[in-house]
T-cell receptor, first 113, second 115 residues
Framework: DVKVTQSSRYLVKRTGEKVFLECVQD?????MFWYRQDPGLGLRLIYF???????EKGDIPEGYSVSREKKERFSLILESASTNQTSMYLC????????????FGEGSRLTVL | AQSVTQLGSHVSVSEGALVLLRCNYS??????LFWYVQYPNQGLQLLLK??????LVKGINGFEAEFKKSETSFHLTKPSAHMSDAAEYFC?????????????FGAGTRLFVKA
């Protein structure tokens, strides 16, 4: 069974802390994505990566960075967490050159106090 | 630019009633269209997708959707709602030229099913 695993389901952090959200997929997918989900706004793309060490900004990259050192792993980094980054974060992956069907992890709910 | 509009942030139906969730899209190129479902405290999973083959697409759990180019719509239906269908549903559009890179999601519709 294909799987996208997000390491932390629930996190509580303080303003100014550095936060790492980890995502691992076992499907050998080239493309990986980080989305942010907020009520009434749907999913918004933060960053995506189409290859190891490659990254592209999505629609809302401000305040975030990413790392992809291995094909199966894509990390989202909040350098200095702020309260307006309290949200649900969803990692997804897909094969290159396909219809674009996304496979999602279960999400990481981050609260910044 | 692509966009997706889901009509109604909340829809409530009785168990056994027809489910209709509306989605309209905008795309300057032939689109791929998707419906995803999200159960509480889980990620999204694919219900069904349109990829320019048959315009009536059947998905999991008895759901189906019809692509209507003239109306730029991709509404999701199920003949008879079940309590287990209560969830949030997202319509999404992707550009056939970019695969999953530029998938645009609607704001979501939360479905409530009354006993």
């Amino acid at each position: 069974d294909v799987k996208v695993t997000q390491s932390s389901r629930y996190l509580v952090k303080r303003t100014g802390e550095k936060v790492f959200l980890e995502c691992v997929q076992d499907m050998d997918h080239e493309n990986m994505f980080w989305y942010r989900q907020d009520p009434g706004l749907g999913l918004r793309l933060i960053y995506f990566s189409y290859d190891v060490k490659m990254k592209e900004k999505g629609d809302i990259p401000e305040g975030y960075s990413v790392s992809r050192e291995k094909k199966e792993r894509f990390s989202l980094i909040l350098e200095s967490a702020s309260t307006n980054q309290t949200s649900m974060y969803l990692c997804a992956s897909t094969l290159a050159a396909t219809t674009g069907e996304l496979f999602f992890g279960e999400g990481s709910r981050l609260t910044v106090l | 630019a692509q966009s997706v509009t889901q009509l109604g942030s909340h829809v409530s139906v009785s168990e056994g009633a027809l489910v209709l969730l509306r989605c309209n899209y905008s795309s300057s190129v032939p689109p791929y269209l998707f419906w995803y479902v999200q159960y509480p405290n889980q990620g999204l999973q694919l219900l069904l997708k349109y990829t320019s083959a048959a315009t009536l697409v059947k998905g999991i759990n008895g759901f189906e959707a019809e692509f209507k180019k003239s109306e730029t719509s991709f509404h999701l239906t199920k003949p008879s709602a079940h309590m287990s269908d209560a969830a949030e549903y997202f319509c999404a559009v992707s550009d056939q030229n970019t695969g999953g890179f530029k998938t645009i999601f609607g704001a979501g519709t939360r479905l409530f099913v009354k006993a």
